[in-house]
C-alpha cells in the first residue's frame, strides 16, 4: 500500500505493456465491479454496463480493433465501459422502483421527481441523451482508474478504439449497448518503459484557480 493517495495517483500511469502471465485474482475483481456498480452517476440513474473479458483469444481478437494497442491481449483483462441504447421512460420508472423498494419510500413522494425526470428526457434529442450517457461512462472511468490504482492493479485507459465494430464483434448492440471506453488492466511488464517516465502535467499552480 502506497502512504498517501498522491503516491498511488503518482504509481498509476497508463500502462502500455502488461505481463501477459499474471492475472488477477477474483477477489480483486470482485472489488473492481463493485466499484463500477457504486460509481455516482447524474440523477444516480446508472445508464451503464461493464462488460468484463478474460478470454485469451477474445483480447487477441480485439488487438486489430484496436489500433494494434497490444495491451487489450496482455492485460488480464480488458472491461468495456457501455451505455445504454436508449434511455426511455420505463427506464427511469425502473428506477424509482428500485428506490421505492429499497428505502421503502411510498411512490407518491417520489413522483414529482419521477415526472421532472420522465420529463425532461423526453424534451432531449437521442443525440443529447447518448451525449448525458457518455459523460457518466467517463466518471466510471475515473472511478476505476484510481479504485486500480488502490488495490495496485495498473491499467490503461482506451479512446483508440473502434467503437461500432467492437459492438459487433463483442455482441453488445443485441445486449442493448454501446461501447463508450475501454479499459485494460493487469499487471505492468518488467520492461515498460514508459513505467519509469516522469509525469507530464500543467502544474497546480496553472490549472488550479483560486477565486477571485
Ligand atoms: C479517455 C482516455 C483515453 C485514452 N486512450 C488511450 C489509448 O487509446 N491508448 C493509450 O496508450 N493511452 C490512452 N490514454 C492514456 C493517456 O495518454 C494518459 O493517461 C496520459 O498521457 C497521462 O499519462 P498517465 O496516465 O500515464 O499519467 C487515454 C487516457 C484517457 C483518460
Request: glycine share 2%; with cysteine; aromatic share 10%.
Amino acid at each position: 500500500m502506497k502512504d498517501t493517495v498522491i503516491d498511488t495517483l503518482s504509481w498509476r500511469y497508463a500502462t502500455k505493456k502488461f505481463d501477459p502471465e499474471r492475472r488477477i485474482p477474483d477477489e480483486k475483481l470482485d472489488i473492481i465491479k463493485e466499484a463500477f456498480n457504486l460509481t455516482a452517476t447524474s440523477y444516480g440513474l446508472q445508464p451503464l454496463r461493464m462488460m468484463v473479458i478474460e478470454k485469451k483469444s477474445v483480447k487477441e481478437a480485439l488487438v486489430p480493433l484496436t489500433m494494434e494497442q497490444r495491451q487489450v491481449a496482455d492485460a488480464s483483462h480488458v472491461l468495456v465501459l457501455c451505455v445504454e441504447n436508449t434511455l426511455d421512460s420505463s427506464f427511469i420508472k425502473n428506477y424509482f422502483n428500485r428506490v421505492e423498494t429499497t428505502r421503502n419510500t411510498p411512490r407518491a413522494i417520489l413522483k414529482p421527481f419521477e415526472k421532472f425526470l420522465v420529463d425532461s428526457f423526453s424534451e432531449k434529442n437521442p443525440e443529447e441523451i447518448q451525449q448525458w450517457m457518455e459523460k457518466q461512462a467517463y466518471i466510471a472511468l475515473g472511478n476505476l482508474l484510481t479504485v486500480c490504482a488502490l488495490e495496485e492493479i495498473d491499467t490503461c485507459p482506451i479512446e483508440g478504439f473502434e467503437p461500432e465494430q467492437y459492438d459487433e464483434y463483442l455482441n453488445l448492440r443485441e445486449k442493448g449497448l454501446r461501447s463508450v471506453v475501454v479499459i485494460a488492466m493487469g499487471y505492468r511488464a518488467e520492461d515498460d518503459f514508459f513505467s519509469e517516465m516522469k509525469k507530464v502535467r500543467r502544474g497546480v499552480e496553472n490549472v488550479v484557480l483560486t477565486y477571485p
